[in-house]
């Protein structure tokens, strides 16, 4: 098959011919369709991923249809359109048990501890856990978006965020992750807020229901309390940056709630917080990280009603061959909404 590959960390990814995968007994082979490049992909080539083995295939934004079924897998057939979430669960440890793949203890995740879907074919392990259906309706490009940013965005915001109706809520970084940050608590009936350095970020936020956008360059604590009378109630750091975790602790109102969605690896992994705001106004820190599948229809619920359209989100589409230099660039420039790798 077909695949992008890199052999050391920060050189050059390669579109090379490897061996095509064979499922697990409990796995699947899904044909992708179609996979998102994220700033994850981008730390993992940088070497900031202990769980990454060289020479690896990237890729955790997938969408496609099966290839190759398993022995033991119960509940798909060759053919059968579906996602995955990127952290895909053990089923057998404790937190699978209480219903939190999401925080799996010995966790699998496509483009890190595995190969993953900058490729023709990947393998999904415990697929009857994992892989998530896909509505008719939802193109491949739509649905690539869902397993990492979308969901991650709906996670943070639903479930740990309980965002509400008439609440503000500050999203700091309209990427693929904020986009979908700000289109899902418009939706919850919050206030939303985009921050971002880039106009054009800043102008679609506008426009999937942010009631208003702030140039990062400025003072972004001092205009996000101007707005709100006093500060965000939920506020979260869709980028992942000391500067944008910080800001968004600082912006909160009493009692406030900071969710960290956000990867800070590499020189950001142990950045100071604010800890005299945190204990004086007794503000809640959380982190999120992806969405369980059996999450998964409760999103789709709301994209089937019309209340979301994560379509509206998926920005440029590319071939394959173009995926090393777009994912040698994560860092230097994101395109406004998600890039896609959409033929192979």
Known sequence: MKAVLFEKFQEAPKVVNVADPSPEPHGVVLKVEATGVCRSDWHGWMGHDSDIELPHIPGHELAGVVEAVGK???????????????????????????????????????????????????????????????????????????????????????????????????????????????????????????????????????????????????????????????????????????ATMTNSILCLRPRGKHIQVGLMLGDHAAPAVPMPKIVGQEIELLGSHGMQAHRYGAMLDMVESGKLNPARLVGDKISIDAAPEALMNMDKFQSVGATVITSF
């Open 72 to 242: 033991d897998v119960k509940n798909w057939k060759v053919g059968d359109r579906v996602t995955v979430p990127f952290i895909c669960g053990c089923g057998s440890c404790s937190e699978c048990h209480a219903g939190h793949q999401q925080v799996c203890l010995h966790q699998e995740q496509p483009g890190f501890t595995h190969w993953g879907s900058f490729a023709e074919y990947v393998p999904i392990h415990q697929a009857d856990l994992n892989v998530v259906a896909l509505p008719e309706t939802m193109d491949f490009a739509t649905a690539a978006s869902l397993g990492c940013r979308f969901a991650t965005s709906f996670r943070a915001v639903i479930d740990q965020g309980k965002v509400s109706s008439g609440q503000w809520v500050a999203v700091h970084g309209c990427g693929g992750v904020g986009l979908s940050a700000v289109m899902i608590a418009g939706a919850a009936g919050a206030n939303v807020i985009g921050v971002d350095l880039d106009p054009a970020k800043l102008a679609l936020a506008k426009e999937l229901g942010a009631v208003a956008a702030i140039d990062g360059k400025g003072d972004v604590v001092e205009a996000i309390k101007e707005i709100t009378k006093g500060g965000a109630h939920v506020s979260l750091d869709a980028l992942g940056h000391p």
